[in-house]
């Protein structure tokens, strides 16, 4: 099993109930979890509508497109015309810039996505920043064999599900226009040059 808090410390604080889950168990279980999450918020801090619970302290500019499960914790930015697709879990301070799609994914504090950028099916830690236009890929559209693995130490652990972006340790940097192929599993301080393709397990 891949412990998830080697590559961001949040994860035992906000999701301690699953612990023992692999990051892509998280992420498929993620609707159920946050479902849960959704009923213990206090309505004093959080407005909630329509499985969408936003802090009072966040900001949401316009053209936002909310869907499915989402909680927007304090302090939280979210840019015009972004594109949220749930389930999925911002902690305090995140940034999604202009036109940023976010899907079934958790964002760890203080991290920032730039505009144009594309996070599918992922856990980013705390701290981590993706310049404009980089992309955590979350399905082999050109391979016959959609199942994704990932490598960890060496040793290939297949993940049995066709959808999974990536785990992203804490204060990591992926530069412009990056690609992170599905399966990616970044230490933490990890620096992904602009243009640079992150694939881990060759075809």
């Known amino acids: 099993m891949i412990d998830i808090q080697t590559y961001t410390k949040s994860f035992g604080h906000y999701f301690s109930e699953s612990n023992h889950q692999n990051p892509w168990e998280v992420i498929d279980n993620l609707e159920e979890i946050l479902s849960n999450k959704i009923k213990e918020l206090s309505e004093d801090d959080y407005i909630i509508t329509d499985r969408?619970?936003?802090?009072?302290?966040?900001?949401v500019e316009k053209g936002v497109t909310f869907k499915g499960t989402i909680i927007i914790s304090e302090n939280c930015f979210i840019g015009?015309?972004?594109?949220?697709?749930?389930?999925i879990f911002l902690s305090n301070s995140v940034t999604i810039g202009p036109g940023s799609e976010i899907k079934q994914s958790i964002i760890f504090e203080k991290s920032a996505v730039a505009h144009f950028n594309y996070i599918g099916n992922s856990i980013i830690g705390e701290h981590v920043n993706f310049e404009a236009g980089s992309i955590c890929a979350n399905h082999y559209n050109e391979r016959v064999d959609k199942n994704i693995s990932v490598k960890v130490d060496d040793q290939i652990i297949s993940t049995n599900t066709?959808?999974?972006?990536?785990?992203?340790?804490?204060?990591s940097k992926v530069g412009a226009n990056a690609v992170l192929s599905p399966g990616t599993i970044l230490n933490q301080n990890s620096i992904v040059n602009r243009l640079e393709l992150i694939q881990q397990i060759k075809s």
């Open 162 to 171: 066709t959808k999974f972006g990536a785990l992203v340790g804490d204060h």
């Open 52 to 59: 969408v619970a936003i802090h009072k302290s966040a900001t």
């Open 80 to 87: 015009a015309h972004a594109y949220l697709r749930g389930p």
